[in-house]
């Protein structure tokens, strides 16, 4: 060790723990590990990325490392502990789970962003503490070097960890996205936690077949063979199309990063979009060849303007995908996490979870779930019709400009030119009416609905995630009479602000390569820093995008706070071996900030921070 304090651990302690079989576990019962306490929160798409490249670590190192997912809330719903035990058995969470609904040991832990990961040694200190997602690699040699010295020390103690699983629950459906109505009169659900597609009769009940074998995984093939990892949107191409691709469908397969091609006369599945590996890359106008392209969560998916457009829920984007050319390429957003209109190469956007088309084909609606907002593309350009940002959300109707939903991931188009909304956090199904810009409430009490389709009499159905089942609306709901106006809570994310000085304030994102990389300048410079705030008078400089990672800001001292919105990335490579395989480290901040007389000018970030361990 260098001269550098050691740091002792908090005591984990929260309302209850999941995955543990009842028990109530301390930083004692885990000494002898190494510990990596994963803070998270079930809407956040960075978090989702973050378990998927933690799995490989539990099971390599299952006898030496606990996970411990430490859950600290954005949304309202969030809290809720049975909507947190939901999400755990929805995401495959297989450690235990800490629930901290009050963000306790968010502030204990000193986190500042959704993911943050500490590091703990078997002896109890914080050995490291990393923001955002693209760290497995960095994780994997740390704990290589963590075994070796406690091993020599004897300190490490093997065995089995504290994972109890759940009881295995018994239902047609497990919490399925989304649905197409198939020519048959059929439905078609992607069921998302059993990894597969679920043909379902009318009925929205009686299963007819399913498409996958129900089991975690990318490999193409027949119906029973092929599988998928949390499947969510399903777009059917036009005849036309279908017939030259070789395919009907296409599916987001969103935990893998593809897209898939369904031939629904006999299941078989096929690749047609992404590598499997997640996009970590510069953002760019150019068409790919659709299989050597990366992608990132693809969660929903739409016909429109000639082509399939992505809901990229993992990068803040719509993008779209050619299946005659087999080409793809980014349609919508800069991979700026926030919510920003104008031209839509130039939008900003918020994990974007849903599309709809609008029955003249004119207009494409987005539901933008960390926003809270419906969005829509028209002539190229990308408006908002409801919703105020990533920080404000609730369940308020009545004019457009003042109503708030939480985390809606579906919308539905109505030949009426309005709009049904899949207000997920809410437990509700909304509509918005352009004709009036108004927003009212159709029917609520529903389990997280995650998508909604309209049948050709009329009918909506209702993809009701957390009840695993579908729903339909009761007849004359969509009527002015069936509607009604909530005003409901409002609120914001509410997170302890930091306290910064009015005028000159130096923002420092600290990054340290993981032990073996070096920063990597092959295609040009290694770091990119983007820095914006809400109100935009908070800064009066220092918005904009660089590549240092240190930026000189000047608060404006009138206005009382805001929220910085702050996203750092650095490219590393692995040092001084022949085929260096490449790494991209990013994080998004929302830093809630109050300006104080004589508070700190410094504002430090850490995206990726080591003790000299």
């Given at each position: 060790m260098g001269t550098t304090p050691r740091v002792r651990a908090p005591e984990l302690r929260g309302r209850q723990w999941l995955n543990t079989g009842g028990r109530e576990l301390k930083l004692s019962d885990l000494r002898g590990k190494i510990v990596i306490a994963d803070f998270w929160t079930f809407c956040c798409i960075n978090c989702l990325h973050v378990l998927d490249e933690l799995r490989p670590l539990e099971e390599k190192y299952g006898d030496v490392l606990v996970v411990i997912g430490v859950h600290s809330p954005k949304f309202e719903h969030e809290k809720d502990p049975d909507?947190?035990?939901?999400?755990?058995?929805?995401?495959?969470?297989?450690?235990?789970?800490?629930?901290?609904?009050?963000?306790?040991?968010?502030?204990?832990?000193?986190?500042?962003?959704?993911?943050?990961?500490?590091?703990?040694?078997?002896?109890?200190?914080?050995?490291?503490?990393?923001?955002?997602?693209?760290?497995?690699?960095?994780?994997?040699?740390?704990?290589?070097?963590?075994?070796?010295?406690?091993?020599?020390?004897?300190?490490?103690?093997?065995?089995?960890?504290?994972?109890?699983?759940?009881?295995?629950?018994?239902?047609?459906?497990r919490f399925p996205g989304k649905a197409v109505l198939l020519e048959s009169g059929n439905l078609l659900v992607s069921d998302s936690a059993r990894h597969s597609l679920a043909e379902l009769a009318p009925d929205g009940e009686t299963l007819v077949r399913r498409i996958g074998a129900g089991t975690r995984g990318r490999a193409d093939g027949p119906a029973g063979a092929a599988t998928f990892s949390e499947p969510q949107g399903l777009c059917l191409l036009p005849p036309h199309t279908a017939e030259v691709a070789g395919y009907d469908l296409v599916v987001a397969d969103t935990v893998n990063h593809l897209l898939r091609g369904v031939r629904l006369a006999d299941g078989e599945v096929v690749t047609v979009a992404g590598t499997g590996r997640q996009w970590r890359s510069t953002v760019d106008d150019h068409s790919h060849d659709a299989l050597s392209v990366d992608l990132s969560s693809p969660w929903d998916l739409a016909w429109y303007d000639d082509k399939v457009v992505v809901a990229m829920a993992g990068i803040h984007q719509l993008w779209w995908f050619d299946p005659v050319k087999r080409t793809a390429g980014m349609y919508a957003g800069t991979t700026v996490e926030a919510l920003r209109d104008g031209p839509r190469a130039e939008a900003w956007m918020a994990q974007p979870s849903g599309l709809s088309v609008s029955a003249d084909g004119a207009r494409l609606w987005v539901a933008d779930s960390e926003t809270s907002a419906i969005r829509y593309v028209e002539n190229d350009v990308m408006g908002t019709a409801v919703g105020q940002g990533l920080f404000d959300f609730g369940h308020v109707d009545g004019p457009a400009s003042e109503a708030l939903?939480?985390?809606?991931?579906?919308?539905?188009?109505?030949?009426?030119?309005?709009?049904?909304?899949?207000?997920?956090?809410?437990?509700?199904?909304?509509?918005?009416?352009?004709?009036?810009?108004?927003?009212?409430?159709?029917?609520?009490?529903?389990?997280?609905?995650?998508?909604?389709?309209?049948?050709?009499?009329?009918?909506?159905?209702?993809?009701?995630?957390?009840?695993?089942?579908?729903?339909?609306?009761?007849?004359?709901?969509?009527?002015?009479?069936?509607?009604?106006?909530?005003?409901?809570?409002?609120?914001?994310?509410?997170?302890?602000?930091?306290?910064?000085?009015?005028?000159?304030?130096?923002?420092?994102?600290?990054?340290?390569?993981?032990?073996?990389?070096?920063?990597?300048?092959?295609?040009?410079?290694?770091?990119?820093?983007?820095?914006?705030?809400?109100?935009?008078?908070?800064?009066?400089?220092?918005?904009?995008?660089?590549?240092?990672?240190?930026?000189?800001?000047?608060?404006?001292?009138?206005?009382?706070?805001?929220?910085?919105?702050?996203?750092?990335?650095?490219?590393?490579?692995?040092?001084?071996?022949?085929?260096?395989?490449?790494?991209?480290?990013?994080?998004?901040?929302?830093?809630?900030?109050?300006?104080?007389?004589?508070?700190?000018?410094?504002?430090?970030?850490?995206?990726?921070?080591?003790?000299?361990?």
């Amino acid at each position: 060790m260098g001269t550098t304090p050691r740091v002792r651990a908090p005591e984990l302690r929260g309302r209850q723990w999941l995955n543990t079989g009842g028990r109530e576990l301390k930083l004692s019962d885990l000494r002898g590990k190494i510990v990596i306490a994963d803070f998270w929160t079930f809407c956040c798409i960075n978090c989702l990325h973050v378990l998927d490249e933690l799995r490989p670590l539990e099971e390599k190192y299952g006898d030496v490392l606990v996970v411990i997912g430490v859950h600290s809330p954005k949304f309202e719903h969030e809290k809720d502990p049975d909507a947190l035990a939901a999400a755990v058995e929805r995401y495959g969470v297989h450690h235990p789970v800490l629930d901290d609904p009050e963000l306790d040991m968010w502030q204990q832990y000193a986190a500042r962003a959704w993911p943050t990961l500490s590091v703990i040694d078997p002896e109890g200190y914080v050995v490291a503490t990393m923001a955002g997602e693209g760290h497995a690699e960095g994780l994997a040699r740390l704990v290589d070097d963590l075994i070796a010295t406690h091993e020599a020390k004897g300190t490490l103690h093997r065995g089995d960890g504290p994972y109890v699983p759940p009881a295995e629950p018994d239902t047609t459906l497990r919490f399925p996205g989304k649905a197409v109505l198939l020519e048959s009169g059929n439905l078609l659900v992607s069921d998302s936690a059993r990894h597969s597609l679920a043909e379902l009769a009318p009925d929205g009940e009686t299963l007819v077949r399913r498409i996958g074998a129900g089991t975690r995984g990318r490999a193409d093939g027949p119906a029973g063979a092929a599988t998928f990892s949390e499947p969510q949107g399903l777009c059917l191409l036009p005849p036309h199309t279908a017939e030259v691709a070789g395919y009907d469908l296409v599916v987001a397969d969103t935990v893998n990063h593809l897209l898939r091609g369904v031939r629904l006369a006999d299941g078989e599945v096929v690749t047609v979009a992404g590598t499997g590996r997640q996009w970590r890359s510069t953002v760019d106008d150019h068409s790919h060849d659709a299989l050597s392209v990366d992608l990132s969560s693809p969660w929903d998916l739409a016909w429109y303007d000639d082509k399939v457009v992505v809901a990229m829920a993992g990068i803040h984007q719509l993008w779209w995908f050619d299946p005659v050319k087999r080409t793809a390429g980014m349609y919508a957003g800069t991979t700026v996490e926030a919510l920003r209109d104008g031209p839509r190469a130039e939008a900003w956007m918020a994990q974007p979870s849903g599309l709809s088309v609008s029955a003249d084909g004119a207009r494409l609606w987005v539901a933008d779930s960390e926003t809270s907002a419906i969005r829509y593309v028209e002539n190229d350009v990308m408006g908002t019709a409801v919703g105020q940002g990533l920080f404000d959300f609730g369940h308020v109707d009545g004019p457009a400009s003042e109503a708030l939903l939480q985390h809606p991931l579906g919308v539905c188009a109505l030949p009426d030119g309005s709009v049904l909304i899949a207000d997920t956090y809410n437990g509700a199904v909304r509509r918005f009416d352009p004709e009036s810009d108004r927003v009212s409430t159709v029917a609520d009490g529903l389990a997280e609905p995650s998508d909604l389709l309209l049948t050709p009499d009329g009918e909506v159905l209702v993809v009701e995630s957390a009840a695993h089942r579908l729903t339909r609306l009761a007849p004359g709901a969509l009527s002015a009479a069936g509607a009604s106006t909530v005003d409901g809570p409002r609120h914001r994310t509410e997170r302890k602000p930091t306290d910064v000085a009015a005028g000159e304030v130096t923002l420092d994102v600290i990054f340290t390569p993981a032990p073996g990389q070096k920063l990597d300048e092959t295609y040009g410079p290694s770091t990119r820093l983007v820095v914006s705030a809400s109100p935009p008078e908070l800064l009066v400089e220092g918005a904009g995008t660089g590549t240092d990672l240190s930026r000189r800001l000047v608060v404006d001292g009138t206005v009382a706070g805001g929220v910085l919105q702050v996203t750092a990335q650095a490219a590393t490579c692995d040092a001084d071996v022949e085929h260096a395989a490449c790494h991209l480290t990013r994080q998004d901040w929302g830093v809630p900030v109050r300006v104080v007389e004589g508070a700190a000018a410094r504002l430090p970030l850490v995206l990726r921070g080591l003790d000299d361990a």
